[in-house]
């Protein structure tokens, strides 16, 4: 299978190109900085697999949750190309991209096992999500969900789904906000939604017939907004002051 992944709904921008068993890789800085890079990591990517645009089967982006800026980057980048080609595109929880990531690095050879999914999601939150690996595929137990880091608890754990792992980019950023409980809850593995993630939960997501036209490729972000307005930071100060 011929795919294209993007990601760079985090602070890393990541490309990949697999044709076959053969995979092109290429990481830079992501956020707001990937519409610089983006394009042309993926057309020297294409190039280095000697794969024209209209050969793919499908392109993959991360759909979120994640960094708005990136998000759209991403989608908008994969629509244009996809549209022109005529290639189908495969919106991709960027949360099960993290569960696969640290799936690969942390239990490459469990047969079974569960991942809490956690991104920093910027304003003092994180994105989560609790997602179960068996007989080769995955499936999510607990959607996306937007959460301060002091209220993230231990999801229900069936011991039958296997050992459970924590995941993503947060141990270091909120290191003294994570309660301890969940920490003990099983092994932190640093971890993103990487392209190569992406290209190999692709096949099973594409088989499932998950993927769209390139005109209905959207963005998930979770997050409704990203500033308040005047009169809730009135009221927040407000508030504090009261308190204080």
């Given at each position: 299978?011929?795919?294209?992944?993007?990601?760079?709904?985090?602070?890393?921008?990541?490309?990949?190109v697999g044709r076959g068993a053969?995979?092109?890789?290429?990481?830079?800085?992501?956020?707001?900085?990937?519409?610089?890079?983006?394009?042309?990591?993926?057309?020297?990517?294409?190039?280095?697999?000697?794969?024209?645009?209209?050969?793919?089967?499908?392109?993959?982006?991360?759909?979120?949750?994640?960094?708005?800026?990136?998000?759209?980057?991403?989608?908008?980048?994969?629509?244009?190309?996809?549209?022109?080609?005529?290639?189908?595109?495969?919106?991709?929880?960027?949360?099960?991209?993290?569960?696969?990531?640290?799936?690969?690095?942390?239990?490459?050879?469990?047969?079974?096992?569960?991942?809490?999914?956690?991104?920093?999601?910027?304003?003092?939150?994180?994105?989560?999500?609790?997602?179960?690996?068996?007989?080769?595929?995955?499936?999510?137990?607990?959607?996306s969900q937007l959460v301060r880091?002091?209220?993230?608890?231990?999801?229900?754990?069936?011991?039958?789904?296997?050992?459970?792992?924590?995941?993503?980019?947060?141990?270091?950023?909120?290191?003294?906000?994570?309660?301890?409980?969940?920490?003990?809850?099983?092994?932190?593995?640093?971890?993103?939604?990487?392209?190569?993630?992406?290209?190999?939960?692709?096949?099973?997501?594409?088989?499932?017939?998950?993927?769209?036209?390139?005109?209905?490729?959207?963005?998930?972000?979770?997050?409704?907004?990203?500033?308040?307005?005047?009169?809730?930071?009135?009221?927040?100060?407000?508030?504090?002051?009261?308190?204080?």
């Amino acid at each position: 299978m011929n795919l294209l992944a993007i990601d760079s709904g985090t602070e890393h921008l990541s490309i990949a190109v697999g044709r076959g068993a053969a995979v092109w890789q290429y990481a830079g800085p992501g956020g707001a900085r990937a519409s610089t890079e983006l394009i042309a990591g993926v057309l020297d990517l294409l190039a280095q697999a000697e794969l024209p645009i209209a050969a793919l089967d499908a392109m993959v982006f991360g759909a979120g949750p994640g960094s708005f800026t990136g998000l759209r980057t991403a989608c908008s980048v994969v629509q244009g190309l996809a549209f022109g080609a005529q290639v189908p595109v495969l919106p991709m929880d960027s949360l099960l991209a993290v569960a696969e990531d640290a799936r690969l690095s942390a239990a490459p050879d469990a047969p079974d096992v569960q991942v809490l999914a956690l991104l920093d999601a910027r304003m003092d939150e994180v994105y989560a999500a609790h997602c179960a690996y068996a007989k080769g595929q995955w499936r999510v137990l607990q959607p996306s969900q937007l959460v301060r880091p002091e209220a993230l608890a231990l999801p229900a754990v069936d011991a039958s789904l296997g050992p459970l792992l924590l995941a993503g980019n947060v141990f270091a950023v909120y290191a003294d906000r994570l309660p301890a409980a969940l920490l003990q809850g099983g092994p932190a593995v640093p971890a993103l939604p990487t392209a190569a993630a992406m290209l190999r939960l692709a096949p099973a997501l594409l088989a499932q017939g998950l993927a769209v036209d390139a005109a209905q490729a959207m963005p998930s972000y979770i997050r409704d907004k990203v500033a308040k307005t005047t009169a809730e930071r009135v009221a927040e100060k407000a508030a504090a002051a009261a308190l204080a």
